[in-house]
């Protein structure tokens, strides 16, 4: 069915496609008859292979390097290690041809160094060692704009490496060729020149690792080290469980919106008609909201409002994230500070900081521990009288509690999350004397989540949210589990 092609029949082919061969420039007609050639000579050798597999290993120099008298003739490097790609030299220049791919990059002259460059090529897109390095190129030169763990998104619009949508319209060779060249139209720069072969590579095999399991398992194989670095670490929906923070990283110079409602207030009426209230959503509610913005990926800030009859508090907020699981850390590790005064920022002033430390169970629960001390914190009663009358002075007291929590993921998107806050510091003289907890259901959506809970702490800033619902009302009752209350909380990424 195939024939070997003499040498002497390759030289002939070889000299009239020399011929269109102008001011030193490689014409069409040229590259194309190479290809073909190099395509034939490639079928040629795996049927020699197929029948004398030993003599194609000698041909081919093996391990000893040795060169094919046609490929020097031809100027064709076979590159050690690759089946698919050679490096041909014309008129002082070099050309990468990849046969699978049906590329031909123009590269400097062949030099040692580049042709064990290129060799190494094919092997480090399925090695650990590419897997690692790869890992730590996008943190160092990506994660700005497509964040730590490639769920994109942010101001520049960077696709969700996660998502399996965006995974199945990037095939391999498409993803590192943006990588080398670049995405005109956007802030995706080339790369090429500024990475090696290998590191472009290895950047790609790392970009498709962090898709779903299916695509994991492609035709280039899967880098053992990229899967275990993404495979036991938890994404938080929300920068909240329901009260607790998370303290996950924001994307930088990404915007957050957080939307929060307690029922925390039954209606004046009584009787019949509180059967019908639907489990409390008609009651009176606490509406608050808030704003974080991440200036880098590691450090945010962040505003946050609740409403008159709380006391109309407004909190000022900075955040730092000094661990993360997807650097290769053990934990999660932030810090915020923050200061809350009530009546608009104008009395009543406490100064919160939070330790907030997390922890992955796989990919598909994380647990959280936020030791929080606040200095000159108030009692959480309900503002009195109408409106127009100011929140009271109230006096101050240093409180340390203890948040607790964990989420769960019961579907891919879908999680239960459960949170405790027992004071550990003064909490009598605060008036609390059972700790606030919580419990619900959290749905993410892309750059949404939003969470359903019952709850004994109608309070959502730092300063507040030890507080139960039996201070704010006044009855010793109502922090009991039959004091539970509804509430939502909404959290929408604006960019």
């Known amino acids: 069915m195939y024939e070997r092609i003499p040498a002497r029949d390759c030289?002939?082919?070889?000299?009239?496609?020399?011929?269109?061969?102008?001011?030193?420039?490689?014409t069409f007609a040229a590259v194309v008859t190479v290809i073909g050639l190099l395509s034939m000579a490639l079928e040629a050798g795996s049927l020699q292979a197929a029948a004398n597999p030993a003599a194609l290993s000698a041909a081919a120099g093996g391990a000893s390097g040795t060169t094919i008298p046609l490929a020097e003739s031809l100027g064709v490097h076979f590159v050690p290690g690759s089946s698919s790609q050679v490096l041909l030299e014309r008129d002082g220049k070099t050309y990468l041809v990849d046969l699978a791919e049906r590329t031909i990059q123009a590269k400097d002259s062949p030099t040692a160094a580049q042709v064990d460059t290129v060799a190494h090529l094919e092997p480090s897109h399925s090695t650990p060692q590419g897997a690692d390095l790869?890992?730590?190129?996008?943190?160092?030169?990506?994660?700005?704009?497509?964040?730590?763990?490639?769920?994109?998104?942010?101001s520049r619009k960077a696709p969700d490496f996660t998502s399996p949508a965006v995974q199945a319209a990037l095939p391999d060779a498409l993803v590192t060729k943006i990588i080398r060249d670049g995405k005109p139209g956007t802030a995706m720069p080339a790369w090429g020149g500024r990475l090696s072969e290998v590191e472009i590579d290895a950047v790609s095999a790392f970009v498709k690792s962090l898709g779903p399991a299916k695509n994991k398992n492609s035709e280039h194989g899967v880098p053992q080290a990229a899967e275990s670095q993404t495979a036991k670490v938890y994404e938080p929906a929300d920068d909240y469980l329901f009260s607790m923070p998370t303290g996950r990283r924001l994307d930088r110079h990404g915007?957050?919106?957080?939307?929060?409602?307690?029922?925390?207030?039954?209606?004046?009426?009584?009787?019949?008609?509180?059967?019908?209230?639907?489990l409390g959503l008609d009651d009176f509610a606490i509406a608050s909201f808030g704003l974080r913005f991440g200036v880098t990926d590691k450090l945010s800030v962040g505003a946050y409002r609740s409403p008159s009859i709380i006391g109309r508090p407004i909190e000022f907020m900075v955040a730092y994230n000094l661990l993360d699981e997807h650097d290769h850390q053990p934990v999660n590790f932030a810090v915020r500070a923050s200061v809350d005064g009530q009546d608009n920022f104008s009395k009543n002033f406490t100064s919160n900081l939070e330790f907030i430390m997390s922890?992955?169970?796989?990919?598909?629960?994380?647990?959280?521990?936020?030791?929080?001390?606040?200095?000159?914190?108030?009692?959480?009663?309900?503002?009195?009288?109408?409106?127009?009358?100011?929140?009271?002075?109230?006096?101050?007291?240093?409180?340390?509690?203890?948040?607790?929590?964990?989420?769960?993921?019961?579907?891919?998107?879908?999680?239960?999350?459960?949170?405790?806050?027992?004071?550990?510091?003064?909490?009598?003289?605060m008036g609390i004397h059972r700790p606030a907890f919580a419990f619900g259901i959290?749905?993410?959506?892309?750059?949404?989540?939003?969470?359903?809970?019952?709850?004994?702490?109608?309070g959502t800033i730092v300063s507040q949210r030890a507080g139960t619902r039996a201070t704010l009302l006044g009855n010793s009752s109502a922090d009991t589990p039959s004091g539970l209350f509804i509430g939502f909380d909404l959290m929408r990424q604006i960019y």
């Open 442 to 458: 959290q749905k993410r959506v892309r750059h949404h989540a939003f969470t359903l809970g019952f709850s004994t702490s109608p």
């Open 134 to 154: 790869g890992a730590k190129i996008f943190s160092e030169k990506c994660a700005d704009c497509h964040g730590a763990g490639g769920k994109g998104g942010g």
């Open 11 to 26: 030289r002939n082919v070889f000299m009239k496609t020399a011929g269109v061969i102008t001011n030193g420039r490689v």
């Open 255 to 278: 915007l957050y919106l957080n939307f929060t409602h307690r029922f925390a207030y039954t209606p004046a009426f009584s009787g019949p008609g509180g059967g019908n209230m639907l």
């Open 359 to 429: 922890r992955s169970v796989t990919r598909h629960a994380q647990f959280y521990v936020a030791p929080t001390v606040s200095f000159q914190n108030r009692e959480l009663i309900q503002k009195p009288g109408p409106l127009p009358t100011t929140p009271p002075n109230l006096p101050g007291f240093n409180t340390f509690s203890l948040g607790i929590g964990g989420a769960v993921d019961i579907r891919p998107t879908v999680a239960l999350v459960a949170e405790v806050f027992p004071t550990l510091a003064n909490g009598p003289e």
